[in-house]
């Protein structure tokens, strides 16, 4: 689960760091959100609430900033760059911000399965639950010994990609339906 969890900060950050960016505009639907809030899994909403829990205070802790005082609208080109290369060159760290913040990770930053699961309990569809929950204890288990906080959280990212693919694949996501790095 907590595989899960990770897998799905990072497409939300990436999320919010592209709405942010401005690099999503022009693709609202109808009712006027991002087509990425309205994901869904094997055909079944997934509760993206439970996603953004975090996000906010691991911004201000991570960039010094408060989320809601950056508006893209009112920023340089420049401003807009740097913004984009400070997100990119921390969103490992912010992920494990955002897991700490959702219990997925303890404050040690090891994998915590019970809460994992509690996590992936509230965001996805029962049908797909207990696969999710074995993909990202199996993610956790092959890639844990490598997490580390050093080099920009660098040890996580092995973490974050096999949490990503099992989301992907479980979900029957396809490529353009999640939000990736650049």
Do not use: R
């Amino acid at each position: 689960m907590y595989k899960l969890a990770i897998a799905l900060s990072v497409a939300l950050l990436v999320l919010v760091a592209g709405a942010s960016a401005g690099k999503l505009e022009g693709k609202k639907m109808k009712d006027g959100h991002h087509k990425h809030h309205n994901l869904t899994c094997k055909g079944e909403a997934i509760k993206m609430k439970g996603m953004f829990e975090g996000k906010k205070e691991c911004h201000d802790e991570i960039f010094g900033t408060s989320a809601t005082t950056v508006s893209p609208k009112t920023m340089t080109e420049e401003a807009k760059k740097e913004m984009i290369q400070k997100w990119k060159d921390n969103a490992l760290c912010m992920d494990v911000c955002s897991m700490k913040k959702q219990k997925t990770l303890n404050a040690d930053g090891t994998y915590n399965a019970v809460e994992a699961e509690k996590w992936v309990k509230e965001i996805f569809p029962s049908a797909v639950q207990s696969a999710l929950k074995k993909a990202f204890d199996d993610c956790a288990s092959t890639n844990g010994k490598s997490f580390s906080l050093d080099n920009k959280c660098a040890g996580y990212k092995a973490f974050k990609e096999c949490t990503m693919k099992s989301v992907m694949e479980i979900c029957e996501l396809k490529k353009g339906d999640v939000p990736e790095d650049d």
